[in-house]
């Protein structure tokens, strides 16, 4: 039997954090193997869809500021290393009650780190953005120096970045196991097995079945999303922000009209559990796809209430409190796991796939994810 060739570093799972990781580790000489079980960017898992946010003042807890700040940074370094148009810079526009926790975390947050961000009354939202309709109470939290990230470009940056530092790429070729022994990990693929002595795991929603003996407590949910005609101006980038609502039991997130291609609109909460296998892309297969969606703009968008050019399906995977999981494997230090993304990951990839290669080589990072740990959980950690 012949032996399994032999890298530095292989990192399974080439989407959103692992293709960035794998770049960063090209770049710094490493032998890299990148191994996806599709070919990215695709449709298939978590990054599709040609568009996501980064919000730097961040409702979901302030101490992602600094992260986040870090990978705005990296993320127009990539596109001035690359050429690839990777942030549109459109503001964004946070949207809720005057009380919303997430609101006043977000306030909480800019005040703490001295961020730009512009507290509206519902009023001053409707005079700035005549397209948006909310109630009296609601408040607006404009923060005007973010946007989004072209999500399929950046994978695509990424990936010829890892490329032509000399990376190995190997997609359609979905892990079945991780194995170790002589100190090495044994990365099983139906192309063969190769060895790796360090391993970085960021599968997404299949993070569950890859390691399943740590029993992770993660959720995978189908999502969807989808772009709507609009009038001519209304909606229309750069004057018209991305946003999310907040709208108590329900929140939502959308993007402006960019390249004509639509308002496009989610719904962060909801969505049907789904094994990650039995994924596809079969928007509509519910009511509740096109039915969801059409309520917000009829309520907080009404103008935007027009044809549906396209819908999506994507996969979001739920840690129990919604933070990232991000640790070595407790069982073997020489592994990586970054998963749980629970929904708003990517705006940090560029800065997780930093930190992971820094994992990854040295065993440290210059980033603080104690947060992320796996023993917030009760999983046992190795020494060391």
């Not at 999310?244 to 291609?261: K, L």
């Not at 308002?263 to 094994?275: A, F, S, T």
Request: net charge negative.
């Amino acid at each position: 039997m012949p032996r399994a060739k032999e890298y530095e570093i292989i990192v399974v799972g080439a989407g959103s954090m692992g293709m960035a990781a794998g770049a960063f580790l090209a770049k710094q000489g490493a032998k890299t193997l990148l191994i996806d079980a599709f070919h990215p960017p695709h449709d298939r898992a978590s990054h599709g869809g040609a568009s996501r946010m980064i919000r730097h003042a961040y409702g979901e807890g302030k101490d992602y500021v600094v992260l986040a700040k870090r990978a705005q940074t990296l993320w127009e370094a990539l596109e001035t290393e690359t050429g690839y148009k990777i942030f549109e810079r459109t503001g964004v526009l946070g949207l809720g009650p005057n009380d919303s926790p997430f609101l006043q975390e977000t306030i909480a947050a800019a005040k703490a780190y001295d961020l730009p961000l512009e507290v509206l009354s519902a009023r001053e939202v409707a005079a700035k953005w005549p397209g948006i309709r909310v109630p009296d109470h609601f408040i607006g939290c404009y923060e005007p120096t973010t946007g989004f990230i072209y999500s399929e470009n950046a994978i695509q940056a990424y990936k010829e970045l890892a490329l032509k530092n000399g990376a190995e790429f190997l997609p359609d070729a979905p892990v079945h196991s991780l194995d170790w022994q002589d100190g090495f990990v044994d990365v099983q693929t139906p192309a063969g097995s190769f060895r790796g002595e360090k391993v970085i795991v960021t599968v997404g929603a299949w993070a569950g079945k890859l390691l399943s003996g740590l029993n992770l407590p993660l959720r995978p949910v189908r999502k969807v999303f989808g772009w709507f005609e609009t009038p001519a101006g209304l909606y229309d980038a750069p004057t018209f922000p991305s946003f999310y609502v907040d709208g108590g039991d329900r929140m939502y997130y959308g993007f402006p009209n960019a390249n004509a291609s639509g308002l496009k609109l989610g719904r962060m909460d909801g969505g049907q559990p789904i094994d990650p296998d039995r994924h596809r892309q079969d928007f509509g297969a519910f009511a509740s796809d096109e039915a969801d969606l059409r309520a917000f703009l009829q309520t907080y968008m009404p103008k935007a209430d027009g044809p549906l050019i396209a819908g999506k399906t994507c996969l979001m995977t739920h840690s129990p409190d919604s933070h990232f999981i991000i640790d070595r494997h407790p069982e073997n230090e020489n592994i990586v796991i970054a998963c749980g993304f629970s929904g708003h990951g990517f705006k940090f990839a560029s800065a997780l796939g930093e930190l992971l290669a820094q994992l990854a080589l040295t065993g440290r990072t210059d980033h603080d994810i104690s947060r992320f740990s796996l023993s917030r959980f009760n999983t046992k950690k190795a020494d060391g």
